[in-house]
Each structure stands twice: as C-alpha cells, then as structure tokens.
C-alpha cells in the first residue's frame, strides 16, 4: 500500500476521531489525505466511491509484478 484515504461526512459521528487520526498520522509523518464532505455516515456513499475513493486508489495501489 502506498497510500492511506480517510473519507468522512461532516455530519458523520466519527469525524472527531477521522481528524485524531489524521493528526497522529501527521505527528508520525505517517502520508495520508483526509477529505471530508457535507453529509453524514450514509449519504453520498456510492457518489462519494465513484468520484473520490476509487480514482484515489487506482492512482495509489499497486500489484507487484509476477516474476
């Protein structure tokens, strides 16, 4: 893995801990994005996936090739 995404809705009751999070990751220069977004828990999930989470993973992951 060469990247780390956190995606929370502002109305999400885990907000508080997704930025403790993040902050720990920075204090530890742990790379990561957070993105937050007007919304809660369960809305804009699919959206959310299409636009934001997959293109970022697709960007960030990759396989090691067979030898």
């Known amino acids: 893995m060469t990247a780390i995404m956190l995606d929370v809705g502002e109305q999400d009751g885990l907000i508080g ?3 403790t999070l993040s ?3 920075t204090r530890y220069g742990v790379e ?4 937050t977004y007007e ?9 959310r996936f299409e ?3 997959l293109p970022f993973f697709s960007r960030h992951l990759r396989r090691q ?3």
Do not use: K
Request: glycine share 4%; charged share 30%.
């Open 39 to 47: 919304g809660d828990h369960v809305n804009r999930i699919e959206q």
């Open 32 to 35: 990561h994005v957070l993105e």
């Open 23 to 25: 902050e720990t990751m």
């Open 17 to 19: 801990a997704n930025r």
């Open 51 to 53: 636009e934001r989470v």
């Open 65 to 67: 090739a067979a030898p």
